[in-house]
């Protein structure tokens, strides 16, 4: 998940010295090896149960998919465009080194992470192996809190109680979808969506500040609206 203004310098060439120290001062490194852990951890586990963790799952239904992805792109584009019009707020969230440096080490390493490596292993782990287990000591709303208070945390290792925050929701939206679908492929499809329109939210600060808020407006309700419909869908495949 992205969650801080972007702040792309501009002119002169990247310095490789340069982006190896932002990428070791500011976390980005701490992503990519808490990604891989997450991942490793998840297959250790599957392995010892000697039960082989699978991304295989039954066909989602089409309308708890639809309402989770419309839920979660309104969401992280929203949040991530209004950063734009409150800088104190990025400020507050405290990861905007790491989006300056991926922009520095190269936009293409950096989605690469954020739509391929973040999205697998954190489903993974979260959803494919922590929320079953919270599921089956715990009702469905409990079990999804905790999941996304653990998610959350774990995010505020590159970022502030704001990082957290927008973590905690985020990952309230995945637990729920995964409740909602079952599925654990299309809670990574979903997972990158989200941090693809966070994305495509950061790059909105070209837009005039009158159309960026009126974004917002939009989006936010939207994202209400849709996570609203998600929740009434009947749990499981076929949703």
Request: charged fraction near 10%; glycine fraction near 10%.
């Amino acid at each position: 998940m992205m969650w801080t203004a972007l702040r792309v310098p501009g002119g002169s060439a990247p310095d490789p010295a340069l982006v190896l120290e932002r990428v070791l001062s500011h976390g980005m490194l701490f992503t990519i090896l808490g990604n891989g852990l997450f991942l490793a951890e998840a297959l250790l586990v599957a392995s010892i149960r000697h039960r082989p963790l699978s991304l295989k799952a039954p066909r989602p239904g089409a309308g708890a998919c639809a309402a989770a992805a419309a839920a979660v792109a309104c969401f992280s584009a929203a949040l991530n465009i209004a950063l734009q019009l409150l800088p104190g707020l990025a400020r507050l969230a405290g990861s905007a080194g790491v989006v300056d440096a991926a922009a520095r080490s190269g936009p293409w390493l950096y989605l690469a992470l954020m739509l391929l490596a973040a999205p697998l292993a954190e489903e993974v782990a979260f959803r494919g192996m922590i929320l079953p287990r919270l599921r089956g000591a715990f009702s469905a709303p409990i079990a999804m809190v905790l999941d996304a208070l653990l998610f959350a945390l774990c995010h505020m290792g590159t970022g502030g109680a704001l990082t957290g925050l927008y973590a905690f929701l985020g990952g309230l939206l995945f637990a729920l979808a995964y409740e909602k679908t079952g599925s654990l492929p299309f809670s990574v499809l979903l997972h990158a969506l989200g941090n693809l329109c966070a994305f495509a939210g950061l790059l909105a600060a070209i837009l005039p500040q009158a159309v960026l808020w009126g974004l917002v407006l939009l989006l936010l309700p939207g994202a209400a609206l849709a996570a609203w419909r998600l929740a009434r869908c009947p749990s499981g495949p076929g949703a």
